[in-house]
């Protein structure tokens, strides 16, 4: 096991890769997608519910030598880059949509991973979904009246539709017609995902990079007029079915799976960890399940995090696990104190768990 850090593009910067490296991390999982510099209003209630913003990127395909210049840097602070989570918006929206594009975003991704494997970027994270993560609010419910992200199904209108031009809360299109994205069912959903696996999988293989997918977040089974494909464990573990190759797996999201409706989350570690089918690990508490659920500080919730841990030494995974949306703590730094103590606990957990168990 590897303690990493994950970090948004805005934060990709000497500060933040020290910080890494003094809390213990050794590898990073990176974001090359702007979703803060994007967003219309700072507030995270306005982000999840009204959307990011807007990404810039439709004719601006990542390029080697930034991803090359950008694994030096990273390399210099003694961190590796494990991985990339999620593409851009503005590169696959019409996949995601069946849109008259696809074929050629479709060729533009594999050409992404070529160079990505030339790079040395062994795992590339993606989230199958049009309408992405949404619906959460930001409280001061944590302990300690911190404020935490929390997902009330009985808030919001679920069903509220997505703006044409508009993917995973990204604007992609400023000058798109007025209207709402037709509503998609969970055939075609699947329908576009096998599309989406039988083009891009052989190249992922032939470049030797693990191409894993991320739970549905909030784990409903519609959301916006949209189908979700993995919002229960069952329906998650279809995906190893549609395309079978050592590069298909699960960008495992701990807090995700154990939102979900009737899983067991220990259960779903413990299988595919054994079958070498986890990319990395987003190590994150929750309290309750949807229609009702908040995130936690990580010792705090629903969770037994150290069994976690040692069901992954039993099965000697030797994957990534980074800390993902813990709560804000109450200081100038919110983000990086809340990060410290999460990576504090892992790395102490880990360290419990590989020299006494």
């Known amino acids: 096991m590897k303690l990493g850090l994950g970090l948004y593009k805005n934060l990709l910067n000497s500060t933040n890769f020290q910080f890494a490296k003094q809390a213990g991390a050794t590898h990073l999982v990176v974001q090359l997608v702007d979703y803060v510099k994007g967003t219309k209003n700072p507030s995270l209630t306005q982000n999840y519910l009204d959307g990011w913003g807007v990404t810039y990127n439709r004719d601006k395909m990542w390029q080697y030598e930034d991803l090359m210049a950008l694994k030096k840097e990273i390399e210099s602070y003694g961190l590796k880059w494990e ?50 993560v949404w619906g959460w609010t930001s409280k001061h419910t944590g302990r300690g009246n911190a404020k ?53 999988m052989p190249v992922a293989e032939e470049n030797n990079i693990k191409l894993v997918a991320h739970p549905d977040d909030p784990p409903v089974k519609n959301m916006r007029g949209t189908a979700r494909l993995f919002y229960r464990t069952e329906e998650y573990e279809k995906l190893l079915n549609l395309y079978d190759s050592p590069s298909n797996g699960f960008e495992l999201c701990m807090g995700t799976v154990q939102e979900m409706e009737g899983s067991n ?9 054994r079958l070498d089918k986890i990319g990395y690990i987003h190590y994150r508490n929750v309290i309750g399940k949807v229609p009702h659920y908040r995130e ?10 150290i069994k976690a841990l040692e069901i992954l030494k039993k099965n000697n995974y030797d994957g990534i696990i980074i800390p993902d949306h813990t709560p804000e703590m109450s200081c100038d730094a919110a983000w990086h104190a809340g990060m410290a103590f999460a990576m504090g606990y892992i790395k102490g957990a880990m360290q419990s768990v590989e020299n006494y168990t």
């Open 83 to 132: 991985a990339i989570e999620n593409f851009d918006p503005a590169h696959w929206y019409d996949i995601l949509l069946d849109g008259p594009e696809k074929k050629v975003q479709i060729e533009n991704l594999k050409q992404t991973l070529k160079m990505v494997g030339k790079v040395g970027i062994p795992i590339v994270g993606y989230y199958f979904s049009i309408a992405g």
């Open 148 to 200: 935490s992200i929390e997902f009330d199904q009985s808030l919001i209108d679920v069903n509220r539709p997505i703006p044409n031009g508009m993917v995973w809360n990204m604007q992609y299109d400023l000058d798109g017609e007025n209207g709402f994205i037709a509503p998609v069912s969970r055939s075609e959903m699947w329908e576009r995902l096998q599309y989406f696996l039988n083009e891009i």
């Open 265 to 273: 989350l220990l259960d779903f570690l413990d299988n595919y960890s």
């Open 296 to 305: 936690a500080f990580v010792d705090e919730g629903d969770i037994n995090m």
